[in-house]
């Protein structure tokens, strides 16, 4: 079945670090990926989404390519910020269903 | 996007009883969704609610132990009946959004914690 794979952490950052957090995915037809995001104490945030390949999502900074061919969406900043400390989680949305990704927590440290 | 109301946002709840959170919408969807989120963990679904119809559960959630009702497109509950520690979690009201790209949205949460 459908599934989201995404690097374990917690991520340990400097402020002004560049970040990467790995998610890649299984599923058949064609897919929309999303990245969300929970900051301390609150509930989940959509961050940035694509729904087809090679379509970039951004916003706030992060980017994330929805690569087909390694089947990837890889969210990137290129500085992360103290506010930026999160559980970030990727998703996918095939078929009338969503799949959530084990989620990363990053700190970025001052 | 959507605007999603939940209440109650925090509980402490006694061994035993029975609480209903409530999820209001800005506007009127069709697939609303609850999902649990223990802690430091990532996002199970439990069920699904569309208005008009019996919500449909997930493996390992029954309707005994999570009654749903979804009266109208704006509004859903969830019911947690009999709380056990271990239904400590965060619970999670979403609804999907089809014209902004089959986009699902979230509520702030109900953080409830079990005594």
């Known amino acids: 079945g459908d599934s989201v794979t995404q690097m374990e952490g917690p991520v340990t950052l400097s402020e002004e670090a560049f970040l990467t957090i790995n998610c890649t995915y299984t599923a058949t037809g064609y897919p929309s990926l999303f990245w969300y995001v929970q900051y301390p104490g609150e509930g989940l945030q959509l961050l940035l989404k694509a729904t087809k390949a090679d379509d970039k999502g951004s916003n706030k900074g992060f980017e994330a390519t929805y690569r087909k061919e390694t089947t990837s969406f890889h969210l990137e900043k290129g500085s992360v910020q103290v506010s930026d400390s999160a559980v970030y989680f990727c998703?996918?949305?095939?078929?009338?269903?969503?799949?959530f990704g084990s989620g990363t927590k990053l700190n970025v440290k001052p | 996007s959507a605007v999603i109301s939940q209440k109650p946002s925090r509980d402490i709840c006694q061994r035993g009883t029975s609480l209903t959170i409530q999820c209001q919408v800005d506007s009127q969807v069709t697939m609303m969704f609850w999902y649990r989120q223990q802690p430091g963990q990532s996002l199970t679904l439990i069920a699904t609610a569309n208005q008009g119809s019996e919500a449909t559960y997930e493996s390992g959630f029954v309707i005994d132990k999570f009654p749903i009702s979804r009266p109208n497109l704006t509004f859903s509950t969830l019911t947690v009946s009999n709380m056990s520690p271990e239904d400590s979690s965060i619970y999670l009201c979403?609804?999907?959004?089809?014209?902004?790209?089959?986009?699902?949205?979230f509520g702030e949460g109900s953080w409830l914690t079990v005594v």
């Open positions: 979403s609804v999907y959004i089809q014209s902004s790209g089959n986009t699902i949205y």
């Open positions: 998703a996918l949305y095939n078929f009338n269903k969503f799949y």
